[in-house]
């Protein structure tokens, strides 16, 4: 081969190989790394669930919500089976969709920052 068809057989073969993953890709059959740093903030106000934020796409997660109280309402609340083989009564809720963080939202990069600072405060 000349080098004008060296160089145009390695363009097509790269083309080739581009397409072949663009493909997959767009199929969900290419096995990605999660990326790193996934965070995800569990929002509540006055001990009620409000929402759950990501700063990633949460379409393959689901989520269950678990808070127990000691002085809550027992006609309101769920028998959650515990380590032990007991169980404990909770306020419980499943199937809770997760937000990805918005311009709408709280930033959760900055959450994470603020609560970092002031547990450095707290410990010096």
Do not use: W
């Amino acid at each position: 081969m000349s080098d004008v068809e060296k160089i145009a057989a390695s363009t097509a073969a790269g083309m080739a190989v581009n397409t072949l993953l663009q493909v997959l890709d767009q199929e969900d059959l290419l096995c990605k790394q999660p990326p790193e740093n996934r965070k995800m903030i569990i929002v509540m106000e006055n001990g009620i669930y409000q929402t759950t934020l990501a700063n990633f796409v949460c379409d393959d997660i689901e989520v269950a919500f678990v808070e127990y109280d000691n002085h809550g309402d027992e006609e309101d609340m769920v028998e959650i089976p515990q380590g032990g083989g007991g169980t404990a009564l909770a306020y419980a809720s499943a199937g809770i969709t997760v937000y990805r963080e918005s311009s709408e939202t709280l930033n959760i990069d900055q959450v994470f920052k603020a609560i970092k600072e002031d547990d450095d405060h707290g410990s010096l």
